[in-house]
């Protein structure tokens, strides 16, 4: 009788690790992640690459909101990033760009 009982217990909880494995709502994408994949190809890793006329991140001026208004509507060489991110990774990637200001600055 116990043992049926372990084993009944055994399988409700292979039951519950094994669901685990299956896919939950989409994980929030980190700006870090963001960045690599969509901005570093101009602006590079920590801000200062320049390509394309793209300005040093490492010392931008520009606000939050700035920032999230040139990622969404592009500026010259800036392609605009409404149409290719949601709302929320425009202002992950955004917010994102802060933490490149210290990373060069002398
Ligand atoms: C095709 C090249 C290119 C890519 C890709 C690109 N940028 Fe830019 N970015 C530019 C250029 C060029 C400028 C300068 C625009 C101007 O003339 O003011 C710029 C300017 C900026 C600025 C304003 C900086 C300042 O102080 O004026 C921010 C912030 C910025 N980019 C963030 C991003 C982010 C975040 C991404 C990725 C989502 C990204 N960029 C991807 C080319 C690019």
């Not at 590079?44 to 320049?50: E, F, K, N, V, Y």
């Amino acid at each position: 009788m116990n043992k049926t009982l372990i084993l009944l217990i055994f399988l409700a909880l292979l039951y519950a690790f094994a669901s685990c494995g299956t896919p939950h709502a989409p994980e929030k994408v980190s700006g870090a992640d963001l960045f690599k994949k969509h901005c570093v190809l101009c602006h590079g890793a920590t801000g200062t690459l320049g390509l394309n006329g793209a300005r040093d991140l490492s010392k931008s001026k520009l606000s939050r909101e700035q920032r999230i208004e040139i990622v969404s509507n592009g500026k010259a060489a800036m392609p605009v990033f409404r149409q290719i991110l949601s709302q929320d990774e425009i202002e992950a990637v955004a917010e994102y760009t802060f933490t490149l200001l210290t990373a060069s600055n002398e």
